[in-house]
Every structure is written in C-alpha cells, then in structure tokens.
C-alpha cells in the first residue's frame, strides 16, 4: 500500500469523523432553533457539513487513485 493510499485512508476517516460532527450538531436544539428563526444552518455546522463531505470525498479518490505507482518501472 503507497503513502498516498495510506493518506488517503486518514483523509477520509477524518473527513467521515468532521461530517458526523456536523449531522448531529444539525440535529442540536439551538440548531434548530436557529434554523426556525434565519431559514439556515449556522456557519459552523455548514463548515463541518461541507468540509467533511469534501475530505471524505478527496480521502475516497485519493484511495482509488493515489497509488503512486506508475506504469513505469525504472531500470
């Protein structure tokens, strides 16, 4: 397994671990409280929503396709 494969795993996990954050501070009572009053989410839910989606979803391709390894070798 190449370091980027292995970075890739760690991206994502973080990512997954930032994304539940976010899902269940949306779910908090000033959470939705707010919501009910301004029609959105807070600024630092929707970082944790839209930063951990992005990381795990970069973590994610970075596992399929960060392998390192070329289809070249050297001689």
């Not at 539940?20 to 944790?48: F, I, P, Q, V």
């Amino acid at each position: 397994m190449g370091a980027g494969r292995i970075l890739g795993v760690m991206i994502a996990v973080a990512g997954a671990v930032v994304l539940w954050t976010g899902l269940n501070a949306k779910d908090a009572l000033t959470e939705k409280a707010s919501k009910a009053l301004t029609g959105r989410y807070s600024d630092r839910t929707m970082t944790e929503l839209a930063g951990g989606g992005a990381a795990l979803a970069g973590g994610v391709l970075l596992m399929l396709f960060g392998g390192g390894g070329g289809g070249r070798r050297r001689r």
